[in-house]
């Protein structure tokens, strides 16, 4: 038997020893508040783990209220781009300002956002729409795109001053505090010097380089700028993107451009892109060239996904050159093959416009109504002078109806001397309209002397009596004579015979 006070241990039973012992310090039931504790303690622990997770996601999803400011001139192909961008194929081209918007996936945390595209029209008068895009509170979170048109170069330097001057003022205008605009130009710095050739990191696969592990000392080891970079820092990162680069080959053909040509064009861009820290990539909408390296660089400036593409530099229609990587000495490289240009030259001064074509705008040519086509051609007649044909008739009519009782056989003899003056020029009698008078008159003297006999100078009378009763048939037998003269002019010599044996 045991004394009281004394402890029972069981060997069979491990389970027993705690159950003593609980009851040993907490007296009768004790115990059972403990057990229950540690079960609160587990679930809560559990709980708790989750709840972290789940603020840890929230902290780590994507940023909402990205923007990205487009600039370009009419046909560009900004529009075309940015829709090629967000997987849609539509040509549809609005006014003033656009607003499109480009899905951004993120596979790491599976989360999804969408980010704001605004293409501001080709026209200055809408640059006052800025202010709808882009604020002072959401300028921050903006990339400003520059597209250039490669289809037409002489263009690109123009319009890209021109649009980065359009930003800067509205930069200006906006009311940011200056501490801000000091924090974002120190970024912009900073990101542009913080640059790392993708296969000089440790993994390769970031383009920033991340967190230092040996310490803090490495991240504030920075290389300072060179010599004209950043010398316009609009605290917002910068895109210059040329499109339609496919025309390389027919400005090559028609416009006669060389290797020269695309160097100079080339090294004009990338120093306006180190004056703004801007990167630089060819596209083609066409070939669907870079077009997803494009989207990838954007990306990576927005939402700082990593980006493993390094500069690209060697085929001239698909040049990539991100922010940070350039500078005056690889710029310099595309000078050695400069033969008749040289670096300094002013672009427009090499890059020539072509003249423009006047037949750009055919203009509709209307046929004239027919019957305003015929008054204007009768008013026109109608001031002209008379034709000599009918002045040359009415005095042949006049001794065709007067009488020649008087005349005799004698006298009618030289009448056919003009027949040997009418056969010279007969070659233009045919051409010339007024001989027709000429000839009408003579005809028909000479019929009228064929009714009678041409040696009896009395028989004159009988003819010219018929002559005048009957004027209009002697006129049809003189066409009718006429044309058969015409046809056969040796009938002439006929009558120019009998009165010459008359005179003998």
């Known amino acids: 038997r045991a004394a009281p006070g004394d402890v029972i241990l069981c060997g069979c039973s491990g389970k027993m020893a705690p159950v003593v012992e609980k009851r040993l310090s907490g007296g009768d ?39 990205i400011l487009v600039f370009g001139e009419d046909g560009s192909g900004k529009t075309t781009l940015m829709a090629k961008l967000q997987g849609a194929d539509h040509n549809k081209k609005g006014r003033g300002l656009e607003y499109l918007y480009l899905n951004i996936h993120d596979e790491d945390i599976d989360d999804h956002t969408r980010c704001n595209v605004w293409i501001l029209d080709g026209d200055l008068h809408h640059k006052g729409l800025l202010k709808f895009a882009v604020s002072a509170e959401s300028v921050k979170e903006t990339l400003a795109v520059f597209v250039g048109d490669m289809s037409r170069p002489w263009t690109i330097m123009e319009s890209l001053q021109k649009w980065a001057s359009v930003l800067r003022e509205h930069i200006d205008k906006m009311k940011i505090s200056p501490e801000d605009i000091r924090e974002m130009e120190q970024k912009l710095v900073k990101d542009f010097q913080e640059y790392v050739e993708p296969e000089e990191t440790s993994q390769g696969s970031p383009q920033r380089r991340g967190p230092s592990v040996s310490g803090q000392e490495d991240e504030n080891i920075v290389l300072p700028l060179g010599e004209n970079i950043l010398t316009y820092n609009l605290g917002i990162p910068v895109l210059v993107v040329c499109t339609k680069c496919d025309a390389v080959s027919i400005l090559e053909k028609e416009h006669d451009y060389r290797e020269e040509h695309f160097d100079f064009i080339q090294s004009h861009i990338r120093r306006f892109c180190l004056q703004y820290g801007a990167a630089l990539i060819y596209t083609s909408v066409k070939e669907e060239k870079n077009l997803d390296l494009l989207y990838k660089y954007i990306v990576h400036r927005t939402y700082g996904f990593h980006f493993r593409t390094p500069a690209l530099v060697v085929e001239k229609d698909a040049v990539f050159i991100p922010a940070g990587w350039d500078n005056e000495k690889k710029i310099a490289i595309l000078h050695e093959n400069f033969t008749t240009v040289k670096s300094e ?7 020539v416009r072509p003249p423009v074509r006047k037949l750009v705008h055919d203009k509709e040519l209307v046929a004239e109504d027919e019957q305003v086509f015929l008054m204007k051609q009768q008013s026109h007649l109608a001031k002209q002078p008379a034709t000599p044909t009918r002045a040359s008739e009415s005095p042949a009519r006049a001794p065709t109806g007067s009488p020649r009782t008087g005349r005799t056989g004698p006298n009618n003899v030289p009448s056919a001397s003009p027949i040997g003056s009418v056969k010279k020029p007969d070659p233009n009698i045919k051409n010339a309209a007024a001989s027709e008078g000429v000839l009408a008159s003579f005809f028909n003297s000479l019929l009228s002397k064929k009714t009678g006999s041409p040696g009896s100078p ?47």
Do not use: H
């Open 29 to 67: 039931g004790a115990g059972e508040p403990l057990e229950l504790n540690n079960e609160e303690e587990e679930g809560q622990s559990l709980w708790s783990s989750i709840l972290s997770e789940v603020s840890t996601r929230s902290r780590s999803k994507l940023p909402t209220g990205k923007n």
């Open 345 to 351: 030259d002013a672009y427009e001064d090499f890059i």
């Open 458 to 504: 009395g028989a004159g009378a009988v003819p010219t009596t018929a002559k005048k009763s009957g004027q209009k048939p002697v006129l049809t037998n003189v066409q009718e004579e006429l044309d058969r003269m015409t046809r056969k002019p040796e009938t002439v010599v006929t009558p120019n015979s009998s009165p010459t044996e008359n005179e003998a």
